[in-house]
């Protein structure tokens, strides 16, 4: 007979095992990440062909999404860093994340590209991704205030 409480047991060390990996392989994508976006700006800023120190709004758009991929990646990290911690997944922080991701979305976007139906979703999303951060946070306020 297998004893339950055993194997739970075994199954938790085993996922807390995995995080801390997962941990470390998303620092080393993010150290990997800082390191090209230097690159990126240092050859773009010194790029002789527009002139030196000057960069096109292309090459901004370009060094303002890996900075906000960068951004999440560190949300991300942080996500399973307290995984790791207390065994629990905020939800603060996954929304933040999703926040991040679609304000990066938005900023890269090229309104004449899609139809006036996806900006309008996506303007949706935004709006209950908002909400429920406010929420969560104002939660958060109430619980701390009693």
């Known amino acids: 007979m297998i004893d339950i409480n055993k194997a739970i047991s075994s ?9 801390l990996f997962v941990l470390l392989l998303m620092a080393v994508v993010i150290a990997a990440s800082v390191v090209e976006l230097t690159f990126l700006i240092l050859r773009e800023v010194f790029d002789t062909k ?9 090459e901004l758009f370009k060094v303002f999404g890996f900075v906000f991929m960068i951004l999440i990646g ?22 933040l994340v999703a926040v991040i991701a679609v304000s990066r979305k938005v900023i890269l976007l090229d309104l004449e ?27 958060t306020r109430i619980k701390e205030a009693k």
């Open 11 to 19: 199954i938790n060390v085993m996922k807390k095992w995995m995080s």
């Open 50 to 58: 527009n002139g030196m120190f000057f960069l096109d709004i292309n």
């Open 113 to 139: 590209k899609y139809d006036p139906i996806a900006v309008i979703g996506l303007g949706g999303i935004i709006l209950s991704l908002g909400a429920c951060y406010y929420f969560i946070k104002l939660s």
């Open 74 to 95: 560190f949300e991300l990290m942080e996500t399973v860093e307290m995984y790791f911690k207390k065994n629990i997944i905020h939800a603060e922080v996954v929304l």
